[in-house]
């Protein structure tokens, strides 16, 4: 054990000089009475950190270039609205990042949203309804059953994000009822896939689907 010639007391583990007073130590070092755990080299609050340095760049490098063209370049708002999008983004998954279905959910729901922003931005080509929304909203439905029998995860605790995709597909109606869609095959296609798979779902598993809402919803 150490010992410190100034304050005269003793000292565990591995130091170099006395925590009270910086004088030289003697005799033998130990181990720490305690295991020390290895620090992570890469964090979730690095993660974060780095995201919002890269974002204040990107605002500053967009503030320069304002300032020497003397003028808003018609790029510079979507690149600041997609760098926004994007550390929302990055701070959503580290928070949920032990939970890959509800990091899946929400990183598909911030691309439709920016895939709307982007389409109306760019002149409203409308191919954000047309394509990306009915193969988001099939896709990310197909993904959740996938992972949850790769991960043998029972169905009760999957399927209320079944459910919530099945809910959000339907939301393309808006556009086909107020005739903003214009190509209105791909969404019709996608909510009817939709639909017709949690509908499947109550048919078959309605157990698993009322044992899961008396779970999260006490019902």
Request: aromatic share 10%; glycine share 6%; proline share 5%.
């Amino acid at each position: 054990m150490l010992q410190c010639s100034r304050c005269h007391v003793q000292i565990r583990g591995r130091k170099r000089c006395c925590p009270l007073c910086g004088g030289p130590l003697a005799g033998e070092p130990e181990n720490p009475a305690f295991p020390s755990l290895p620090k992570r080299k890469f964090s979730r609050l690095s993660a974060v950190r780095l995201a919002a340095f890269l974002l204040i760049a990107l605002l500053t490098s967009d503030g320069a270039m304002i300032y020497i063209t003397g003028g808003v370049p018609s790029w510079i708002p979507l690149s600041v609205l997609s760098a926004a999008v994007g550390f929302i983004d990055i701070c959503v998954t580290m928070y949920y990042r032990n939970n890959v279905l509800k990091t899946m959910q929400v990183q598909v729901v911030t691309g439709i949203v920016l895939s709307l922003v982007i389409d109306a931005v760019t002149g409203w080509h409308k191919w954000s309804i047309h394509w990306v929304m009915p193969v988001a909203f099939v896709g990310v439905m197909v993904t959740t059953i996938l992972i949850g029998i790769g991960l043998k995860m029972a169905l009760q605790e999957f399927v209320l994000y079944l459910l919530l995709d099945t809910a959000l597909s339907l939301l393309q109606w808006i556009f086909l009822l107020r005739h903003i869609n214009t190509f209105p095959v791909p969404a019709v296609t996608s909510s009817a896939a939709c639909i017709l798979m949690f509908v499947g779902i109550l048919i078959f598993r309605w157990r698993d689907f009322t044992s899961a809402s008396s779970r999260y919803f006490n019902i």
